[in-house]
């Protein structure tokens, strides 16, 4: 293995020992390994045990399986002592932020039954108005009350995320849930930082930075797996299956893909042979008409006003050949203005597993 990159980081054991081990970023027959291998006779059954963090051939995910595996360390109190580590310090920045150490004491000291009668609020409000959930308030800001038990609106306002406009629109709803709940804190929160400590802020900051980067690897694996799919010509159920979605989703996902440039033809005309080639000349005429920013006048004009009463599946799956054809046209506009961006998926593909 033709070694590029390495770091030794450390962890002083109670008992005074100090526990040590080496990252290892490699290259082996066009593939990259990511290493963690602990020095010396240590018990290796543990969390932390050697392991192979990343094995395969795209850079990015190597990226993103290192920068996790390097968070996991820090959580569990591993600090860098030679070479360099990516971004190893960010706990110092945040630590100079008050309202850090406020998320911090939230996620830690969330009060879960008030949290769920919180979400069923911010579920019912968000249905009444027509808006998704997030809009009115983040999960994050809901553990937050839920941590602190707000009883006042001043109170609130002191929670980051709260400013004036959405403590006036949903302020007495919050407290006429938090009033009857006991509390264990006290306001202002200048109390805060002390009671968290530098030792449980560090292991909170990577395990937010272990989780983040999770997610960015299972996003990276996923698009490689759905692009693979698409060049292999899957039924849209076999994909659904692999990467563990429905079809609304993969559809969302397929669309996304064409937009950054990748050839998602095939499975377009893999779905739409489902309809005759009248249907699409019509469904494209309405785009073509219509504009393709709004469907709904797109699917009247094409299936008809009484086309809305049926069966919800059946409608959703016109819908899926109105959002193809729309994939399709433009595509081929971006063709015929001669894009610069890649035209074969596996172009991309290899252009990105080779982007050292």
């Given at each position: 293995m033709?070694i590029v990159w390495?770091?030794r980081?450390?962890r002083a ?6 526990r ?9 027959e ?15 059954q ?13 850079w990015?995910e190597?990226?993103?399986a290192?920068?996790r595996g ?6 569990k ?5 030679l ?32 949290y ?5 609020w ?6 009444s ?16 009350v ?5 009883q006042?609106?001043?109170e609130?306002?002191q929670l ?14 919050i ?14 929160l ?8 530098p ?5 909170w900051?990577?395990?937010q930075?272990?989780?983040?980067m999770?997610?960015?690897f ?7 797996t759905?692009?693979?799919a698409?060049?292999q ?10 990467l563990n979605?429905?079809r ?7 669309e996304?893909?064409?937009e950054?440039?990748?050839d ?12 005759d ?13 219509l504009?393709m920013?709004y469907?709904k ?16 599946a059946?409608?959703q ?10 994939m399709?046209?433009?595509?081929s ?5 001669g894009s ?5 998926t ?8 080779k982007?050292?």
């Open positions: 033709i390495m770091s980081l450390e054991e109670v008992s005074g020992q100090v040590s081990g080496l990252v290892t970023v490699g290259e082996e066009g593939k990259w390994l990511v290493l963690w291998e602990q020095d010396g006779d240590w018990d290796h543990t969390e932390d045990a050697n392991s192979t963090w990343y094995e395969g051939d795209i990015a190597m990226c993103a290192l920068r390097v968070a996991s360390l820090m959580r109190g591993y600090e860098p002592t070479g360099f580590t990516p971004d190893t310090q960010q706990h110092e920045r945040r630590m100079k932020e008050r309202n850090e150490w406020i998320h911090c004491f939230g996620d830690l000291h969330v009060d879960e039954e008030l769920q009668k919180l979400v069923q911010r579920k019912e409000v968000a249905s108005i027509r808006r998704a959930p997030y809009w009115i308030t983040t999960n994050r800001m809901l553990r937050l839920s941590a602190f038990v707000p006042t609106l001043e609130l306002k980051p995320g709260f400013g004036e406009a959405k403590v006036h629109t949903y302020g007495e709803a407290m006429a849930i938090t009033a009857p709940v006991p509390r264990r804190t006290t306001f202002p200048d109390w805060v930082s002390a009671a968290v400590g030792a449980a802020f560090l292991q900051v990577y395990q930075e272990e989780q983040k999770s997610g960015e299972n996003r990276l694996v996923d698009k490689r759905l692009i693979e698409v060049q010509q899957l039924g849209p159920e076999v994909i659904m299956e692999r979605v429905d609304r989703e993969l559809l969302v996902r397929i996304a893909l064409s950054e440039g990748y998602m033809m095939s499975y377009a005309e893999h779905v739409l042979s489902e309809i080639t009248e249907m699409r000349t019509r469904i494209g005429d309405s785009l073509q008409q504009g920013d469907l006048p797109i699917y009247i004009q094409t299936f008809g006003q009484e086309a809305l009463k049926d069966a919800s059946i409608i799956r016109r819908y899926e050949y109105i959002r193809l054809v729309r399709q046209i433009r595509n506009s971006r063709t015929e203005q610069a961006r890649p035209s074969s596996r172009s991309r593909v290899d252009v990105e597993a982007a050292v």
